[in-house]
C-alpha cells in the first residue's frame, strides 16, 4: 500500500504540489546562501523500490517541494542529521536521483538543475526510524554537509579567509596566452562576510571565505585584464601566486576590473564581493587579454621607451627603460598614485618603489644622482636621505 501510495504521488505532478514541510522557491543568485529547512526524516516507502540504486525508508509524500525559477549550472541540495540519513529527488523529466552517505552519513545531490519543480524525500537508512534533519541547498561549491555552514543562512566560510584553498565556490579557469574565446567568461554569486577592506586600502567590498574562482595561468601573460559585470555594485580581489593582493571597485561604473602588464603563470584565487554588507548579486566575470573596448575608465600601461645603448665592447642593441607606471602598478598601488610618476627619473623611482616604498616617496627623486639613489635603494636606506645624492 505504501508503494502504491508513493508511487501515485511521483506521477502526479498535482498531488506532490503538497510536501511535508513546505515549498522552496529559488533562482540563481538567491540569498541568504545556503538556503535551509528543516524536518524529519523517515516513513513506512522502501527508496529502493523506486529505484534500485536508492536506499533508505521515506514517507508518501515528499518532504519538500522545491521549485527552480532558472537554471542553475551549479546547485548542492543537501541534508545534515545527527544519524544516517538518505536523499531522493525527482527531477521535472521524473528522473529519480538518489544518494547516501556523500559526506559522511549525509546525503547530497549535486550539479546542474534546469528550471522546473523537483520533490525532495530526506529518508532514514534503517527501517522503523526517523531523525530531525536540515536540508540545505547551496550554489557555493565550498559549503558541503558536515563543514560546519549548515542551512542557517551564514555565506561562505564565516570571517575567515582561505589563502590556500584548491577549490572555489564557482567554475574554475585554466588559461594560456592565445586562449580562445576571449574575452573568456564565467558565472558565480557575489558577497560573503570577510571585510575586504581588511586586505589593504585599495580593497572594497564583503567576500565569501573561500575564492569565488580559482585561475591558473599555464604561461605567462604581458597584458591581461579580469573584470566583473553585474547589475549591482560589486568590487574585485585577487590574490597572486606571490600572495600579493590586488583590488578594484568601480573601474567602469559600478563594475571592478583589474588590468595589468606581466602576469606571471601560476595559481590566482579572485573573489568578487559585494560593496554593501549582508547582499549578494549575480555577476559575469571576463578575462581578456585584450584591452577593454574604448578603454573606458581603464589605465593601460604603454611601452616603456627603448634605449638604444652603444659604447666600447658592446654590440649595438636595444634595451628596456625602467618604467615608473609599471612598478607603482605591479606593486598594487592603485592608479591614483601614477601621477606621482610624473618628471621622475625612471631608474630612481624603480628602485624606490621595488624597495617596498610608497609612490609619494617618488619625490626624494627629484634632482637626484641616479646611480647614488639606486645604491642607496639597494642597500636599504631611506628614500629622504637621497638629499645626500644630490
Known amino acids: ?138 550554489e557555493l561549491r565550498s559549503v558541503e554537509p558536515g563543514s560546519g555552514h549548515t542551512a542557517s543562512g551564514s555565506r561562505g566560510l564565516d570571517h575567515r579567509l582561505v589563502l590556500d584553498a584548491r577549490r572555489g565556490n564557482f567554475d574554475p579557469v585554466r588559461l594560456r596566452s592565445g586562449f580562445t574565446p576571449d574575452p573568456l567568461h564565467a558565472t558565480g554569486v557575489s558577497g560573503g562576510q570577510f571585510d575586504g577592506s581588511r586586505l589593504g586600502s585599495e580593497c572594497r567590498g564583503w567576500i565569501a571565505g573561500q575564492p569565488d574562482h580559482i585561475m591558473t595561468l599555464r604561461g605567462d601573460l604581458e597584458f591581461f585584464r579580469v573584470f566583473a559585470s553585474s547589475r549591482e555594485d560589486t568590487t574585485l580581489i585577487i590574490r597572486a601566486p606571490n600572495g600579493r593582493f590586488f583590488c578594484n571597485d568601480d573601474t567602469d561604473g559600478v563594475d571592478p576590473a583589474i588590468e595589468r602588464n606581466h602576469w606571471r603563470r601560476g595559481t590566482y584565487r579572485i ?72 618628471d621622475v627619473d625612471p631608474y630612481c623611482a624603480v628602485a624606490v618603489i621595488n624597495a617596498g616604498h610608497s609612490p609619494a616617496s617618488l619625490i626624494h627623486c627629484d634632482g637626484v644622482d641616479r646611480r647614488c639613489a639606486v645604491s642607496m635603494m639597494e642597500n636599504g636606506r631611506n628614500p629622504s636621505e637621497m638629499v645626500h645624492c644630490e
Open 271 to 342: 573573489w568578487v564581493g559585494s560593496y554593501r554588507e549582508g547582499e549578494s548579486a549575480r555577476y559575469e566575470l571576463g578575462f581578456s587579454e585584450l584591452p577593454a573596448e574604448g578603454d573606458v575608465g581603464r589605465v593601460r600601461i604603454d611601452p616603456a621607451p627603448v634605449v638604444r645603448v652603444r659604447g666600447r665592447g658592446h654590440r649595438r642593441g636595444r634595451r628596456r627603460a625602467p618604467d615608473c607606471r609599471e612598478a607603482v602598478l605591479a606593486a598594487g598601488h592603485p592608479s591614483s598614485s601614477l601621477i606621482h610618476c610624473e
Open 1 to 138: 500500500m505504501a508503494l502504491a501510495a508513493l508511487s501515485l504521488i511521483m506521477a502526479s505532478g498535482a498531488l506532490a504540489q503538497n510536501s511535508n514541510f513546505g515549498t522552496i522557491n529559488l533562482r540563481p543568485g538567491f540569498s541568504p546562501d545556503p538556503w535551509g529547512a528543516r524536518g524529519t526524516s523517515g516513513g513506512a516507502s522502501n527508496a529502493s523500490h523506486i529505484d534500485a540504486r536508492c536506499s533508505g525508508w521515506i514517507s508518501g509524500a515528499p518532504d519538500h517541494v522545491l521549485k527552480v525559477q532558472s537554471h542553475f549550472g551549479f546547485l548542492r541540495i543537501f541534508a545534515e542529521s545527527s544519524d544516517d540519513t538518505t536523499l531522493v529527488i525527482q527531477t521535472p523529466r521524473g528522473q529519480v536521483l538518489c544518494n547516501d552517505d556523500a559526506y559522511g552519513l549525509n546525503p547530497s545531490v549535486e550539479g546542474r538543475f534546469p528550471a522546473g519543480t523537483y520533490r525532495v524525500w530526506v529518508g532514514s537508512y534503517t527501517q522503523g526510524e526517523s531523525s530531525s534533519y536540515r536540508l540545505g541547498v547551496t
